[in-house]
């Protein structure tokens, strides 16, 4: 199980590689156009960016680390589980965005960035990877939060029909 979690981890890092790379080059593309700034330029500008699009991603990995260490009867945890969830179901709509960008509206073009790279497969192998990560995500969330020690379930589960003792 820890090994799964592991392979969840290092996918839900590449899927960065997908949508959120997409929507970063595209939205510093043009102001790298305008100004003839360098990548370097460009990452000292847009530091809120990067983290708002890193932070769907890094509460995925939270949610994994949860999945290691913690109890599934603990509050916290299940909300820091599903907030990684919810951070991987935006990094798949961006990714949904980048695919359909590239594309349909672009046949199949994608921009050079400013180093004279293409990007294209990368972000349509970084999107692949985020959309089986969310699905492996879900299933081992789903995994982790079925399982409850006896004491607990036998504690929170009651009974509509009255017991009488007879001693």
């Known amino acids: 199980r820890n090994w799964k979690l592991l ?5 839900a890092l590449f899927g960065f590689c997908g949508g959120p790379l997409y929507v970063w080059n595209r939205w510093t593309r043009q102001e790298a156009e305008d100004d003839g700034l360098s990548n370097a330029e460009i990452a000292d500008r847009h530091h809120v960016l ?3 699009l890193f932070l769907p991603i ?11 260490e913690n109890d599934a009867n603990d509050s916290i945890s299940r909300w820091v589980l599903y907030g990684g969830g919810v951070g991987l179901v935006l990094v798949s709509m961006e ?3 980048a695919l359909i960008d590239i594309l349909l509206f672009r046949n199949g073009h994608y921009y050079n960035t400013n180093d004279g790279t293409d990007d294209t ?20 969330a789903q ?3 079925q399982q409850r020690p006896e004491s607990v379930a036998q504690s929170t ?9 007879i001693t």
């Open 121 to 140: 497969i990368l972000v349509m192998i970084g999107c692949g990877v985020t959309f089986l990560t969310t699905f492996a995500y879900g299933y081992l």
């Open 58 to 68: 890094g509460m995925a990995i939270l949610g994994c680390l949860v999945m290691v």
């Open 157 to 165: 589960s009651f009974s509509t029909v009255p017991t009488i003792e």
């Open 7 to 11: 392979v969840l981890k290092l996918s």
């Open 143 to 145: 995994q982790w939060l």
């Open 50 to 52: 990067f983290v708002l």
């Open 95 to 97: 990714s949904v965005y």
